[in-house]
T-cell receptor, first 113, second 110 residues
Framework: EPEVTQTPSHQVTQMGQEVILRCVPI?????FYWYRQILGQKVEFLVS????????KSEIFDDQFSVERPDGSNFTLKIRSTKLEDSAMYFC???????????FGSGTRLTVV | TQLLEQSPQFLSIQEGENLTVYCNSS?????LQWYRQEPGEGPVLLVT?????EVKKLKRLTFQFGDARKDSSLHITAAQTGDTGLYLC??????????FGKGTRLSVIA
């Protein structure tokens, strides 16, 4: 069964450093998403991406965050200058269209120290 | 902001028992989705319901979407230890991205 692949599975970084989280969505899906889940809290929407541009973003997705689809297969989330409160599980997801269920990756556990 | 309230937050039952968990909102959704999440993993889609009053069955799991498309329920018959996990409901309204509830953490004891 097709799956969404995320790398790395774990990332530890120092506060103020830049991190790039990588995702390979399902190949024939058109919509791509990043969500995060702080330990013990609910899954929160960050950003959606369609037709090579951001279609929607949440309040969490401030100027420190950016997304890219550099080569037609990878979908990346960059955090420019990490803060302690960015520590969370980051999930990438894709869907074939609106109204369809999402397929999530296994996540990247980001720890900012 | 669309909010989804899930209840109960925690549920611990004996193997073989039946259970129902609920997902409620004051907002109308074009579809509601149920996911199951294991520790350290991403949510896995169980079902999508789109029509008010719709009922879908997945083996021992029965999902219902409320007539007004504001609420949903998940009923598990004869729970098994393998059903243990975090059950999340999530809603979509129009073209807005999926919004999640906090989940119901189910523990099925042998």
């Amino acid at each position: 069964e097709p799956e969404v692949t995320q790398t790395p599975s774990h990332q530890v970084t120092q506060m103020g450093q830049e991190v790039i989280l990588r995702c390979v969505p399902i190949s024939n899906h058109l919509y791509f998403y990043w969500y995060r889940q702080i330990l013990g809290q609910k899954v929160e929407f960050l950003v959606s991406f369609y037709n090579n541009e951001i279609s929607e973003k949440s309040e969490i997705f401030d100027d420190q965050f950016s997304v890219e689809r550099p080569d037609g297969s990878n979908f990346t989330l960059k955090i420019r200058s990490t803060k302690l409160e960015d520590s969370a599980m980051y999930f990438c997801a894709s869907s074939p269209g609106t109204g369809y269920g999402y397929t999530f990756g296994s996540g990247t556990r980001l720890t900012v120290v | 902001t669309q909010l989804l309230e899930q209840s109960p937050q925690f549920l611990s039952i004996q193997e073989g028992e039946n259970l129902t968990v609920y997902c409620n909102s004051s907002s109308v959704f074009s579809s509601l989705q149920w996911y199951r999440q294991e520790p350290g993993e991403g949510p896995v889609l169980l079902v999508t319901v789109v029509t008010g009053g719709e009922v879908k069955k997945l083996k021992r799991l029965t999902f219902q979407f409320g007539d007004a498309r504001k609420d949903s329920s998940l009923h598990i018959t004869a729970a098994q230890t393998g059903d243990t996990g975090l059950y999340l409901c999530a809603g979509v309204s129009g073209n807005t991205p999926l919004v999640f509830g906090k989940g119901t953490r189910l523990s099925v004891i042998a």
